[in-house]
């Protein structure tokens, strides 16, 4: 069975600099999907940033961007010039690849504050 | 394009009771997960539906099910309510299955059990 650790229960991030949330995982699977998702409080939960494993490329989403360790099985977001804007309880979840299912599980997550 | 809706947003019960709860996907969208997010557990995977059929489902009582709609609107049941079924529930919706496929995820329902 697949599962996710995130570490760093809260963090805590100067406006403009940048902070890196940790992600780990386990999985014998050598394709899957990799995603940070944001919960802002009291808000949805939106994709952030989505890695597939057979792409050695890091993924990049404008100040958001990956660096995916396949064989350390790491997964770590880093967030450039944070925006207050960006304080939210980020998870990092993984999915199979393939159509047969779009089960996420997902690690207990990184509250983040970003302080003005 | 409206986003994924759940109803009702807040819903107080108390132990013993049943609750039925809603999600409305995207419009096009086929597929509908159900998620758990409780302080203690985290998120937790409850079922996924894709054209009314259960495709998958997570490790929960018989307690909890599900079904969809062939207009893709998916309800959430749970009996016999818990005190531990206090929870936040998510519903996701998206287009199908696939390597670019994204989830997207409703406000919730905020279950309080008494």
């Known amino acids: 069975a697949q599962t996710v650790t995130q570490s760093q229960p809260e963090m805590s991030v100067q406006e403009a600099e940048t902070v890196t949330l940790s992600c780990t995982y386990d999985?014998?699977?050598?394709?899957?999907?990799l995603f940070w998702y944001k919960q802002p409080p009291s808000r949805q939960m939106i994709l952030v940033i989505r890695?597939?494993?057979?792409?050695?490329q890091n993924a990049t989403e404008n100040r958001f961007s990956v660096n995916f360790q396949k064989a350390a099985k790491s997964f770590s977001l880093k967030i450039s010039d944070s925006q207050l804007g960006d304080t939210a309880m980020y998870f990092c979840?993984?999915?199979?690849?393939?159509?047969?299912?779009?089960?996420?599980?997902f690690g207990t997550g990184t509250l983040l504050a970003v302080q003005p | 394009k409206a986003g994924v809706t759940q109803t009702p947003r807040y819903l107080i019960k108390t132990r013993g009771q049943q609750v039925t709860l809603s999600c409305s996907p995207i419009?096009?969208?086929?597929?509908v997960s159900w998620y758990q997010q409780t302080p203690g557990q985290g998120l937790q995977f409850l079922f996924e539906?894709?054209?009314?059929?259960?495709?998958n489902k997570g490790n929960f009582p018989g307690r909890f099910s599900g079904r969809q709609f062939s207009n893709s609107r998916s309800e959430m049941n749970v009996s016999t309510l818990e005190l531990g079924d206090s929870a936040l529930y998510l519903c996701?919706?998206?287009f199908g299955s696939g390597r670019t496929n994204e989830q997207f995820f409703g406000p919730g329902t905020r279950l309080t059990v008494l």
């Open positions: 996701a919706s998206s």
């Open positions: 999985t014998s699977e050598n394709n899957y999907y």
């Open positions: 979840a993984f999915r199979a690849y393939g159509g047969a299912t779009n089960k996420l599980i």
């Open positions: 419009s096009g969208h086929r597929s």
């Open positions: 890695q597939e494993a057979y792409k050695q």
């Open positions: 539906y894709f054209s009314e059929t259960q495709r």
